[in-house]
């Protein structure tokens, strides 16, 4: 299985600073025949379940804010939000789709505010 | 809008059984591969178990192969998960999640827990 890490497991930033998390994966998700990173980016607020943010690595679900963005590369990507909001407190997780059927997740960074 | 409804978790004791459904709306849930997808308390997620459109191919995660069962029916546009043998080791929220043609989790159910405990 493709293993998923995440790093930091949590982080607290002020209110309109920006947030950081990062996602490596134990091998590639860029498929070379489209050119594309099988990577997906989930929030999970208390309680609720997680919802879909980013896809492809950097494709912003519909209705997801601008001021969440996905980056990377092949073994390497980021979640950043560019200007925190406190709706955004929840813990994020990063999905890896390179394998089908047969799919991993980070074990999930939590963000709080500072 | 897109609905999931989980249903049928609940309280078991180790060896038991339990079955879990799904019930879609709001969308052709015919034409969606459908995953289980589940959390352990206070826990990341762990994908269990998928099954394809028609239900022909079904997969599993090597934690739960030969003791769970996904299974479909596109007329009542309802997914299941039987489970057997369950230990504590399985007591998780279960969510169900349509699957894109390519792998990710588009849309969630609310979950169902189920524990497992004497």
């Known amino acids: 299985d493709i293993v998923m890490t995440q790093s930091p497991d949590s982080l607290a930033v002020s209110l309109g600073e920006r947030a950081t998390i990062n996602c490596k994966s134990s091998?590639?998700?860029?498929?070379?025949?489209?050119?594309?990173?099988?990577l997906a980016w989930f929030q999970q607020k208390a309680g609720q379940p997680p919802k879909l943010l980013i896809y492809?690595?950097?494709t912003r679900e519909s209705g997801v804010p601008d001021r969440f963005s996905g980056s990377g590369s092949g073994t390497d990507f980021t979640l950043t939000i560019s200007s925190l909001q406190a709706e955004d407190v929840a813990v994020y997780f990063c999905?890896?789709?390179?394998?089908?059927?047969?799919?991993?997740f980070g074990q999930g960074t939590k963000v709080e505010i500072k | 809008e897109v609905q999931l409804l989980e249903s049928g978790g609940g309280l078991v004791q180790p060896g038991g059984s339990l079955r879990l459904s799904c019930a879609g709306s709001?969308?052709?849930?015919?034409?969606?591969?459908m995953s289980w997808v589940r959390q352990a308390p206070g826990k990341g997620l762990e994908w269990v178990s998928g099954i394809s459109t028609s239900g022909g191919s079904t997969y599993y995660a090597d934690s739960v192969k030969g003791r769970f069962t996904i299974s479909r029916d596109n007329s009542k546009n309802t997914l299941y998960l039987q489970m057997t043998s369950l230990s504590a080791e399985d007591t998780a929220v279960y969510y169900c999640?349509?699957?894109?043609?390519?792998?990710?989790?588009?849309?969630w159910g609310q979950g169902t827990l189920v524990t497992v405990s004497s």
């Open positions: 492809w690595a950097s």
């Open positions: 091998q590639s998700l860029l498929y070379g025949s489209n050119n594309k990173n099988y």
């Open positions: 999640a349509s699957t894109s043609l390519v792998g990710y989790f588009e849309y």
């Open positions: 709001g969308f052709t849930f015919s034409n969606n591969a």
């Open positions: 999905q890896q789709y390179f394998t089908t059927f047969s799919w991993t």
